[in-house]
C-alpha cells in the first residue's frame, strides 16, 4: 500500500519494496501502463521473481492485452462452426427461429 511521503500537495507516493500478492493483483493495472512508476514497477519485479502464481498472472493479463490490441479477426473452422450449431440445437432445440438468441 502506497503512503504519502510527504505532506505537500500532489500525488508524490512512496512504496515498500516488498508488496504481497493481493497488492500485485491491485496494481497490475499500473504494472503494465507504460507510464507506471519506477517504483512500484521495481517492487513488482522483485515479487514477481520470488512469486510463481503472480508471473502467471501477469503473463495472462499481458497476453489478454496484446489479443484485444490485436483487435484482428480470426475465422472460426467450419466443423467448428457445424459442433457448435449442432450443440445448440440439441440444448436449446432446432425451432429454425433465432427468438431468444
Do not use: F
Not at 500478492?21 to 519506477?38: F, G, K
Not at 521473481?49 to 492485452?65: G, L, N, Q, S, Y
Request: proline share 6%; net charge negative.
Amino acid at each position: 500500500m502506497p503512503t504519502p511521503s510527504s505532506p505537500s500537495v500532489g500525488p508524490a507516493v512512496t512504496w515498500r519494496t516488498e508488496v504481497d500478492c493481493s497488492e500485485i493483483l491491485d496494481q497490475l493495472a499500473e504494472y503494465l501502463d507504460e507510464d507506471a512508476r519506477a517504483e512500484l514497477c521495481r517492487a513488482i519485479e522483485a515479487h514477481l521473481e520470488r512469486c510463481h502464481d503472480c508471473r502467471v498472472e501477469v503473463d495472462t493479463v499481458r497476453k489478454t492485452i496484446v489479443l484485444y490490441q490485436n483487435d484482428r479477426h480470426v475465422p472460426v473452422p467450419s466443423a467448428a462452426t457445424a459442433r457448435l450449431m449442432a450443440a445448440l440445437s440439441n440444448e436449446y432445440g432446432s425451432g429454425g427461429s433465432s427468438a431468444g438468441l
